[in-house]
């Protein structure tokens, strides 16, 4: 053998334990990838029957589902608690009476958006505004609604398109839902996009009025997991909760588009990151809004099937209901 062959030989040799060493580092981290997608068998169980609080389920005043079929739809997927959104509605109350999660003000922010356009929303001398404020009042001291929402403040490019719209969050009117909110330990459900505005806005409401809670709709559609954690990092009364960020809306809507956190592959580490980290503030939804009611238990389906296995049962628990539990003050 010549000198250049066995150079040739050691060149061979040295590359081959280069190889599989590359093979080795290459299955190692395939193993952990998958890992870290991985569910295991108890946890795919407990996210079929673990009691779920839907905090963004829309109980519409004008032609939504009748009462009896929010109780039937919530006993047949096993969600406990449902509600956080509006309209507000006395029938939906009276039937599901403590599973019902009351919110109030959204179709007063859309009656005077539809009469006034988006600058009738920063009017608090309007007097649908007025009426609200005085009747929320009661509401909240009697105890018959627990918060606001779900108020679109800039909803530019997400949502249907005949409320979209942009103002400031911290506005006359929705500061005025905060002082109550406030005074009953209540909470303010927000739908906006995230920008620097609304990053100042949001972290001054919920300084100046740290006993109501924030809850961001959708943690904020259309951003990434750092744009909440940002904002989970300095409030924590501030909280979000995922409905629509699965596949379950874009196959409705016939969108050809990724989902932004969980889907058939199953949940995005960055979002299983932001749950970790910030385990008491996210929760789970549904927005089964704009007729697809009868896609409800669907949505509830992804959840169960898409995000759930793919935490721990302690934070598994923590997402499905017992968040919700603490910060909508409900009965296990
Ligand atoms: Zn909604």
Redesign the pocket.
């Known amino acids: 053998m010549s000198f250049k062959n066995v150079m040739h030989l050691q060149y061979w040799f040295y590359s081959m334990k280069n190889l599989i060493f590359l093979m080795a580092s290459l299955t190692i981290s395939l193993v952990s990838t998958n890992l870290y997608a991985q569910h295991s068998a108890e946890s795919i169980e407990l996210a079929k029957t673990i009691p779920i609080a839907d905090v963004?389920m829309?109980t519409y005043y004008r032609g939504g589902p009748s009462s009896s079929a929010f109780l039937e739809q919530m006993d047949k997927n096993n969600v406990r608690w449902g509600g956080a959104?509006g309209d507000y509605r006395a029938d939906v109350a009276d039937k599901l009476k403590e599973r019902y999660i009351p919110a109030i003000g959204q179709m007063e922010f859309m009656e005077v958006f539809f009469s006034r356009g988006a600058s009738g929303l920063l009017d608090d001398e309007n007097w649908t505004f007025k009426r609200l404020f005085k009747n929320s009042e009661e509401q909240f001291a009697n105890g018959s609604v627990k918060g606001f929402g779900?108020l679109h403040t800039d909803n530019h490019s997400s949502g249907p398109l005949n409320i979209r719209r942009t103002i400031r969050t911290d506005s006359p009117v929705v500061r005025k839902m905060y002082a109550i909110a406030n005074k009953y330990n209540g909470f303010v459900q927000i739908?906006s996009q995230q920008d620097e505005n609304f990053t100042t806005d949001i972290l001054k409401l919920a300084a100046d009025f740290p006993n109501s809670i924030t809850v961001l709709?959708h943690c904020l559609p259309a951003s990434q997991p750092r744009d909440i954690a940002n904002l989970f990092s300095q409030r924590k009364n501030i909280v979000c909760e995922m409905s629509a960020t699965g596949s379950a809306h874009n196959k409705i809507l016939g969108i050809n588009r990724p989902a932004r956190a969980f889907d058939d592959n199953g949940l995005r580490p960055a979002w299983r990151n932001l749950i970790e980290t910030y385990p008491d503030q996210i929760m789970v939804g549904t927005?089964a809004?704009c007729g697809w009611f009868n896609s409800y238990s669907d949505m509830v389906a992804e959840i169960r099937n898409n995000l759930l296995p793919y935490l721990s049962a302690e934070l598994m628990e923590k997402i499905a209901y017992k968040n919700a539990v603490r910060i909508f003050k409900l009965k296990e």
């Open positions: 963004h829309h959104v779900e739908h709709s927005d809004c």
